[in-house]
Every structure is written in structure tokens, then in C-alpha cells.
């Protein structure tokens, strides 16, 4: 019964038009009233201990960090080092694209801001050399998507916070598994490639513009290692990282590049408060459903559910990762996290499942939702920057979205694929 008011409050809610983070407290003052111990103080102090949480500081300071880098400069440095690196081969762009993804990637943990800031330079670029742009746009937006996946990742702070698991160790372990999202976009890219561009010869290499290149971004590429690095070091923790990633940023912008300007600060100020305002608030109330999830025990109903599965891990990751798609083309990304993650970490605890493995699984699947209509919301981002039509985006995504999804599988179905980088690193 709990579980049907949990499930029926949130839907209704949502049906009704409530946003998000509303629905949430719908339905977590819903299950209050259902168990007969409803307490308007319970609320309001899980609401602000939500909140109140050291690990979630590095939301706001990485989202600005996105905001410095696309206002200073360093976005543009990163996509000119990958043109002069491989723009040159057949269908070049289209590499260039994956490869600035996955290093703006490791700076902004977002993978909207990751998708507006490289279709915003790249677009353009494969329009006017006569790329495909339905399909680079779903290239660009699968790109992004990897961002969720690798460290400084915000859905994994989110993620790590509401299941009670180390940040590191899950920032750490996502560093493989981003590398072969790039690797088989790549890959699916120049068979794309092979067809679109079998006539047009590729440009030879220009090393005098990749020294140049390097030269000029040297500061923009040395920022993820400093991240990274820091971390595995354990010189910083992820919040103190995303600090140290601001003045970075706010360094290389200012003083290096100059491109930000004092007076553009303030309006970069706001746009990043404006995007860690709703995340926060939706973190805090989704604190709430938490709460009274653990107080209901609703994962140990979720167990018996699945017991059918418990004894097998492979085949309860199967399960769990295809309900976790279907879920993913009706909610957001973070939604998601926030409403099931509470109850599936005890449940793949219990079925003798690594959480951080899962935790690395689990947000990749949700990643590649962003790429599923009706929500998918880098897809939104990518048709409006692009001026594409939505649908047009998605026949362009399909061979993307089905080589990330082909590869969650392999590694659902190969663990050692995620659990042996992970261990080395960490």
C-alpha cells in the first residue's frame, strides 16, 4: 500500500502540472498522511537538512565553473586543439566534436551545458562545410551525455549524496566508462562518416595550427587534470575541487585569455545561480520522499518484488536497467536519481551488488535518457541551438542513442568492464 501511495501521489502530481520538486513534497506529505503521522515540523527540517549538506556546495561551483568557461574562453580553446588535432580527416568535425565533449565534460559535470556550449561552436562549423546537421546535432547531443558519466559529474554529487556514497569513489569509477561512451560514438560516427563523406578528400595536417592550437589552450586542457588529479591525490575534496575549478576559471578568463570581463561577471553570476537554485531545491525536496522512504521501508517491498532476480546480479541489473529506461523517456535526469535512487541502493546492496558499480550504471542509463523523447532534454537544447526541428534531431540521434545503449549492456553484462578500471584508480 505504500508503495501505491508513493507511486499514485507522484504521478497525480505530476499530472496536474506540479513541477518536479513540488511533486515531491506532494507525495512525501501523501505518504505521511497514509501511515497516520503526518508532522507539518518533519517537513520543513528534512526540507532544509537537504539543503544543508557539504557535498552538495560542489553544485553551485561547478555550474559556475561551466558558466566562466563559456564566458572566458576556454570552451572555444578546447574545440580549436581538437580541429587542429583530427578536423583534418574525413568527416573531422564530427571527432572534434566527441573529443571537445569529453574534455569540457570533465571541467562542467552538465550535460546541458556541455551540449549548448559545443553546439553552439560546432554547429555553425558543420553547417557551412556541409555536414548532415540533423545528424551532427545528434552527435553533439549524444556527446554530452557523457558528461553525466565522468567526473566532476553533478548528477553523480546528487547521486552520492542521497544513496550515502563517496563522491571520489564514484567520480573515479565513472572515468572509464566516459571514455568508452566516446569511443563508441566515435566508432559509430565513421561508419556514419563512410557514407556521408566518401567523396569528400580529407584536408592533410596542419601541425604548425595544432602547435598553435596547443599553445593557446594549454590552460583550458590542464584544468580536468587539476580536477581529477586533486582528487585521486587527495589533495581536495569534490567541493573543494569545484572551488578550485572556479578560480581557475575565473584566473584563466580574466588574466590569460582576457575574453571575461569584470563586467560580465555579474550576469554569469546569475545564470549559474538561477541553474543551482532549482537543482538545490529540488535535492531538498526529494529529501523529504527519502526520509520517509527509509521510515516506510519501502526498498525491502522493492526486495520482494525482485526477489525472482536477487539470486542472479546480472540479471537483477538487467531488470533494474530496463526499468530505469522506460522511467527515463517520461522523467528528467535528475528527478530520476532523486526518486529511485534511495530504493534501489539498498536493493543491489542486499543482492550482493557493488552500489558504486551500480551508481556508475545507473547514472549512465539515466544519462542516455536525456537522449529518449518526450523529455529528453538535451535534445531540446541541441534542436533549439542547431534551429533544427526536434524531430529532425531525433532521426539524427538514433545510431548514437543505440550505441550508448548497446554499450550499458555489454557492461551490465561484463562488470569486471567498470569494477577493474574502477579498483585501479581508486
Same mark, same amino acid.
Given at each position: /500500500? #505504500?508503495?501505491?501511495?508513493?507511486?499514485?501521489?507522484?504521478?497525480?502530481?505530476?499530472?496536474?502540472?506540479? @513541477?518536479?520538486?513540488?511533486?515531491?513534497?506532494?507525495?512525501?506529505?501523501?505518504?505521511?498522511?497514509?501511515?497516520?503521522? !503526518?508532522?507539518?515540523?518533519?517537513?520543513?527540517?528534512?526540507?532544509?537538512?537537504?539543503?544543508?549538506?557539504? @557535498?552538495?556546495?560542489?553544485?553551485?561551483?561547478?555550474?559556475? #565553473?561551466?558558466?566562466?568557461?563559456?564566458?572566458?574562453?576556454?570552451?572555444?580553446?578546447?574545440?580549436?586543439?581538437?580541429?587542429?588535432?583530427?578536423?583534418?580527416?574525413?568527416?573531422?568535425?564530427?571527432?572534434?566534436?566527441?573529443?571537445?565533449?569529453?574534455?569540457?565534460?570533465?571541467?562542467? $559535470?552538465?550535460?546541458?551545458?556541455?551540449?549548448?556550449?559545443?553546439?553552439?561552436?560546432?554547429?555553425?562549423?558543420?553547417?557551412?562545410?556541409?555536414?548532415?546537421?540533423?545528424?551532427?546535432?545528434?552527435?553533439?547531443?549524444?556527446?554530452?551525455?557523457?558528461?553525466?558519466?565522468?567526473?566532476?559529474?553533478?548528477?553523480?554529487?546528487? !547521486?552520492?549524496?542521497?544513496?550515502?556514497?563517496?563522491?571520489?569513489?564514484?567520480?573515479?569509477?565513472?572515468?572509464? @566508462?566516459?571514455?568508452?561512451?566516446?569511443?563508441?560514438?566515435?566508432?559509430?560516427?565513421?561508419?556514419?562518416?563512410?557514407?556521408?563523406?566518401?567523396?569528400?578528400?580529407?584536408?592533410? /595536417?596542419?601541425?604548425?595550427?595544432?602547435?598553435?592550437?596547443?599553445?593557446?589552450?594549454?590552460?583550458?586542457?590542464?584544468?580536468?587534470?587539476?580536477?581529477?588529479?586533486?582528487?585521486?591525490?587527495?589533495?581536495?575534496?569534490?567541493?573543494?575541487?569545484?572551488?578550485?575549478?572556479?578560480?581557475?576559471?575565473?584566473?584563466?578568463?580574466? =588574466?590569460?585569455?582576457?575574453?571575461?570581463?569584470?563586467?560580465?561577471?555579474?550576469?554569469?553570476?546569475?545564470?549559474?545561480?538561477?541553474?543551482?537554485?532549482?537543482? /538545490?531545491?529540488?535535492?531538498?525536496?526529494? /529529501?523529504?520522499?527519502?526520509?520517509?522512504?527509509?521510515?516506510?521501508?519501502?526498498?525491502?517491498?522493492?526486495?520482494?518484488?525482485?526477489?525472482? !532476480?536477487?539470486?542472479?546480479?546480472?540479471?537483477?541489473? !538487467?531488470?533494474?536497467?530496463?526499468?530505469?529506461?522506460?522511467?527515463?523517456?517520461?522523467?528528467?535526469?535528475?528527478?530520476?536519481?532523486?526518486?529511485?535512487?534511495?530504493? =534501489? *541502493?539498498?536493493? *543491489?546492496?542486499?543482492? $550482493?551488488?557493488?552500489?558504486?558499480?551500480?551508481?556508475?550504471?545507473?547514472?549512465?542509463?539515466?544519462?542516455?535518457?536525456?537522449?529518449?523523447?518526450?523529455?529528453?532534454?538535451?535534445?531540446?537544447?541541441?534542436?533549439?541551438?542547431?534551429?533544427?526541428?526536434?524531430?529532425?534531431?531525433?532521426?539524427?540521434?538514433?545510431?548514437?542513442?543505440?550505441?550508448?545503449?548497446?554499450?550499458?549492456?555489454?557492461?551490465?553484462?561484463?562488470?569486471?568492464?567498470?569494477?577493474?578500471?574502477?579498483?585501479?584508480?581508486?
Amino acid at each position: /500500500m #505504500t508503495i501505491a501511495t508513493f507511486v499514485l501521489a507522484l504521478l497525480a502530481a505530476m499530472a496536474l502540472g506540479a @513541477p518536479i520538486a513540488f511533486s515531491l513534497l506532494i507525495c512525501g506529505v501523501a505518504m505521511m498522511v497514509q501511515m497516520g503521522n !503526518f508532522d507539518s515540523q518533519i517537513v520543513a527540517q528534512n526540507l532544509l537538512e537537504g539543503a544543508n549538506n557539504y @557535498p552538495l556546495m560542489a553544485v553551485p561551483f561547478f555550474m559556475l #565553473t561551466g558558466e566562466l568557461m563559456n564566458a572566458g574562453g576556454l570552451s572555444q580553446r578546447i574545440v580549436d586543439v581538437a580541429d587542429a588535432l583530427v578536423g583534418h580527416v574525413r568527416g573531422g568535425l564530427g571527432y572534434v566534436a566527441i573529443i571537445a565533449a569529453a574534455i569540457v565534460a570533465s571541467i562542467s $559535470g552538465s550535460a546541458v551545458a556541455d551540449t549548448a556550449a559545443v553546439a553552439a561552436l560546432l554547429i555553425p562549423m558543420m553547417r557551412n562545410a556541409n555536414y548532415n546537421v540533423p545528424r551532427s546535432a545528434g552527435l553533439i547531443a549524444s556527446a554530452g551525455c557523457i558528461a553525466p558519466v565522468v567526473p566532476p559529474s553533478i548528477p553523480i554529487v546528487i !547521486f552520492g549524496v542521497t544513496a550515502q556514497l563517496s563522491i571520489t569513489k564514484l567520480f573515479l569509477a565513472g572515468i572509464f @566508462p566516459g571514455l568508452m561512451m566516446a569511443m563508441i560514438l566515435a566508432a559509430t560516427w565513421w561508419l556514419v562518416a563512410r557514407k556521408d563523406f566518401k567523396d569528400a578528400p580529407p584536408r592533410t /595536417m596542419d601541425f604548425a595550427r595544432l602547435r598553435k592550437a596547443l599553445r593557446d589552450g594549454v590552460w583550458a586542457l590542464v584544468l580536468p587534470v587539476v580536477i581529477i588529479g586533486g582528487m585521486k591525490a587527495g589533495v581536495f575534496t569534490p567541493t573543494e575541487a569545484a572551488s578550485v575549478a572556479v578560480f581557475y576559471s575565473l584566473f584563466a578568463g580574466l =588574466l590569460i585569455y582576457r575574453e571575461l570581463k569584470l563586467t560580465m561577471i555579474p550576469r554569469v553570476l546569475v545564470a549559474a545561480v538561477r541553474t543551482s537554485a532549482t537543482i /538545490m531545491f529540488l535535492v531538498a525536496s526529494a /529529501m523529504v520522499s527519502a526520509w520517509l522512504i527509509t521510515v516506510a521501508d519501502i526498498p525491502a517491498q522493492v526486495v520482494v518484488l525482485l526477489q525472482p !532476480f536477487m539470486d542472479n546480479p546480472i540479471t537483477l541489473m !538487467f531488470v533494474i536497467t530496463l526499468l530505469v529506461i522506460v522511467i527515463g523517456t517520461a522523467l528528467d535526469l535528475m528527478p530520476t536519481v532523486l526518486i529511485l535512487g534511495p530504493i =534501489l *541502493v539498498p536493493v *543491489v546492496k542486499q543482492a $550482493g551488488i557493488d552500489p558504486i558499480y551500480f551508481g556508475v550504471i545507473f547514472i549512465m542509463n539515466n544519462a542516455i535518457g536525456l537522449l529518449t523523447p518526450p523529455v529528453g532534454n538535451v535534445l531540446n537544447v541541441v534542436a533549439g541551438v542547431s534551429k533544427e526541428s526536434l524531430d529532425d534531431v531525433i532521426k539524427g540521434v538514433w545510431p548514437f542513442l543505440i550505441a550508448e545503449t548497446a554499450l550499458m549492456f555489454l557492461l551490465v553484462f561484463f562488470p569486471s568492464l567498470v569494477l577493474v578500471p574502477m579498483k585501479w584508480l581508486s
